[in-house]
Structure formats: structure tokens, C-alpha cells
Nanobody
Framework: EVQLVESGGGLVQAGGSLRLSCAASGFNFDTYTIGWFRQAPGKEREGVSC????????HYADSVKGRFTISSDRAKKTVVLQMNSLEPEDTAVYYC????????????????WGQGTQVTVSS
């Protein structure tokens, strides 16, 4: 059974940083694309960043390039999203997601989803 468990959300002031972690289990961590999506109130869910060990690539939404960094720890089967220079517009529920296609990007819809973690950035 695929399981994705997010942690690390919270409240931070604008300009601050947060680190989100996604603990993955139940699938081949090395061949899936694993990513982060977010959904703000009243808005559609959007892709933020994703990483593929098999394809050796990462993808970022334009809105977070230069501020967010995604990384993976194969031994721990964990994907981390380091978020710096946070803005109020980054406020959303952040979801970890995984898909068996190793070439997926942030514009694709992933097959498996975590429960989400709230990130709130105050101005």
C-alpha cells in the first residue's frame, strides 16, 4: 500500500523558511516521481516541485523557482521541500504526491496523495 506522510508545516512570517518532509512507503522510491502540490482556499491544486531519481531531474513551478529546493534521501525514503523567502501567497495546504511515471512534472496529475500539511505565511 502506497503511503505518503507529510510533516513540517506551520505558521511563519513573510521572509521566513519552512522545511516540509514526506515519508514514503509501499512503492519503489527509486522509480517513481515524487512531488509537492499545494492548494490555497478557493483555488485549484497546483504543482510546486517534483523529483525523479530514475530520470535524475527536478521540476519547479515558476512561482517558487529560486526560493524552494526539493531533495530526496533514498536511504530514508524521504523527500524534503526546503522553502525560503516565504510570501503570504505561499499560504496553502501542501500535499506530497507520487506517481509511477518517472518522467512526470509539476503539470501532471499524480496517482497517489498524502493527507496534506498546512503552511501559513503571515505578512
Amino acid at each position: 500500500e502506497v503511503q505518503l506522510v507529510e510533516s513540517g508545516g506551520g505558521l511563519v512570517q513573510a521572509g521566513g523558511s519552512l522545511r516540509l518532509s514526506c515519508a514514503a512507503s509501499g512503492f519503489n522510491f527509486d522509480t517513481y516521481t515524487i512531488g509537492w502540490f499545494r492548494q490555497a482556499p478557493g483555488k485549484e491544486r497546483e504543482g510546486v516541485s517534483c523529483i525523479s531519481t530514475y530520470a535524475a531531474n527536478t521540476h519547479y513551478a515558476d512561482s517558487v523557482k529560486g526560493r524552494f529546493t526539493i531533495s530526496s534521501d533514498r536511504a530514508k525514503k524521504t523527500v524534503v521541500l526546503q522553502m525560503n523567502s516565504l510570501e503570504p501567497e505561499d499560504t496553502a495546504v501542501y500535499y506530497c504526491a507520487a506517481d509511477p511515471n518517472p518522467y512526470y512534472g509539476v503539470r501532471n496529475w499524480f496517482a497517489y496523495w498524502g493527507q496534506g500539511t498546512q503552511v501559513t505565511v503571515s505578512s
